[in-house]
């Protein structure tokens, strides 16, 4: 069964560094998303992406927040310059433009730790 | 905005036990719910959806939820859990008019004792 895959599953920065995390969604899906989970908090969204475009994106996806579709099979999220904040587990997801019911496929996430 | 809200943070049971974990949602348009399971050290998947209709949905493996509009609710139940069904367990619902994005919430971390 086709799944959402992401590299690395752990990456491990200091504060100010940029970082790229990949993921590959499943490859007839359109819409792709980010999401994030800090320690004991919520799962938050952050951006979707649709038609090489960002569609939404929330508060927390400020200007140190940037997503790229390079290759048509990478979808990427990059944190231009980290803070300790930062520290949290990443996941992207993706769906098929034809799931109206918005059922979004998750990939097992990356942890980010900014020291 | 929506929200939802998982009251509980952890939920210990012994095994062939029933175990509920409640959910309620607040949205003022009309939502899809979901039920999402992460399994230790992997992603969150898909365990099972309210989109219409009828308002009991039903699991493979045994998990059903009840989505209950007036009270706007959506707990999940299993009558009898396994030592597998250990996991983390989020609630989440979509805006049906307008966006794509998943509101969570917080989780409830099962644990199955043997």
């Known amino acids: 069964e086709p799944e959402v895959t992401q590299t690395p599953s752990h990456q491990v920065t200091q504060m100010g560094q940029e970082v790229i995390l990949r993921c590959v969604p499943i490859?007839?899906?359109?819409?792709f998303y980010w999401y994030r989970q800090i320690l004991g908090q919520k799962v938050e969204f952050l951006v979707s992406f649709y038609n090489n475009e960002i569609s939404e994106k929330s508060e927390i996806f400020d200007d140190q927040f940037s997503v790229e579709r390079p290759d048509g099979s990478n979808f990427t999220l990059k944190i231009r310059s980290t803070k300790l904040e930062d520290s949290a587990m990443y996941f992207c997801?993706?769906?098929?433009?034809?799931?109206?019911?918005?059922?979004?496929?998750f990939g097992p996430g990356t942890r980010l730790t900014v020291t | 905005a929506q929200s939802v809200t998982q009251l509980d943070s952890q939920v210990p049971v012994f095994e062939e036990a029933p175990v509920e974990l409640r959910c309620n949602y607040s949205?003022?348009?009309?939502?899809?719910l979901f039920w999402y399971v992460q399994y230790p050290n992997q992603g969150l998947q898909l365990l099972l959806k309210y989109l219409s209709g009828s308002t009991l949905v039903e699991s493979i493996n045994g998990f059903e939820a009840e989505f209950n509009k007036s009270q706007t609710s959506f707990h999940l139940r299993k009558p009898s859990v396994h030592i597998s069904d250990t996991a983390e367990y989020f609630c989440?619902?979509?805006?049906?008019?307008?966006?794509?994005?998943?509101?969570f919430g917080g989780g409830t971390r099962v644990l199955v004792k043997p």
């Open positions: 997801a993706s769906r098929p433009v034809l799931a109206g019911s918005g059922e979004q496929y």
């Open positions: 949205s003022s348009v009309s939502v899809y």
């Open positions: 490859s007839n899906h359109l819409y």
């Open positions: 989440a619902v979509r805006e049906k008019a307008a966006g794509n994005k998943l509101t």
